[in-house]
């Protein structure tokens, strides 16, 4: 199961890679929410409609900030 150092998915244009999308990091509890966000992807894609455009919750847009970001809420977990 894929994940994202800080828990939300990241979801939008890669920064620095123009026409690369992505949709990634849900953790298995995203199920519910992926199929709007695959409808706002395609509308970006499809249709050039910017991310602010398209109902996608803007703490999931990818930013090079959070690509890059050394921050690991999840950490090595004690068993």
Do not use: Q
């Not at 992926?34 to 499809?46: C, D, F, P, R, T």
């Amino acid at each position: 199961m894929g994940y994202n150092s800080d828990t939300l998915p990241s979801v939008g244009e890669v920064p620095g890679r123009e026409g690369c999308f992505i949709a990634a990091g849900f953790e298995g509890h995203g199920m519910p929410v992926i199929w709007l966000v695959m409808k706002g992807i395609a509308e970006m894609v499809g249709s050039g409609k910017a991310f602010e455009e398209v109902g996608i919750p803007r703490v999931y847009r990818t930013t090079r900030e959070r690509l890059e970001s050394a921050v690991d809420v999840l950490g090595p977990r004690k068993r």
